[in-house]
């Protein structure tokens, strides 16, 4: 199983992006799933959001109220939701899932 993130982009501040985070294979539907991030110059990736198996979520407090994590299991995806964007949010957003690892990142570039 390999995961794929798509959806990044170059978007002004107040805008809006869908990130969405696919699987190939079976087995992804069982895992959790976490969109991380790591904003430029810094080492780690930060955790943005999760969801578990069955659907319940977590944010990170900076993103709360303006990004949404879903999953569609029927369709091995896992969209990030992001509103209200900030120049903050300028990242390369990561999809992870447990036992089976990081997707490839995909760039959001928020202008203010």
């Known amino acids: 199983v390999q995961l794929q993130a798509s959806g990044g982009g170059l978007v002004q501040a107040g805008g809006s992006l869908t990130l969405s985070c696919s699987a190939s294979?079976?087995?992804?539907?069982?895992?959790?799933v976490g969109w991380h991030r790591q904003a430029p110059g810094k080492q780690q990736r930060d955790l943005v959001a999760?969801?578990?198996?069955?659907?319940?979520?977590n944010y990170a407090d900076p993103v709360k109220g303006r990004f949404t994590i879903s999953r569609d299991n029927a369709k091995n995806t896992v969209d990030l939701q992001m509103n209200s964007l900030k120049p903050e949010d300028t990242a390369v957003y990561y999809c992870?899932?447990?036992?089976?690892?990081w997707g490839q990142g995909t760039q959001v570039t928020v202008s203010s």
């Open positions: 992870y899932a447990p036992k089976i690892g």
């Open positions: 294979g079976s087995g992804f539907s069982i895992n959790p």
């Open positions: 999760s969801i578990t198996r069955g659907g319940s979520t």
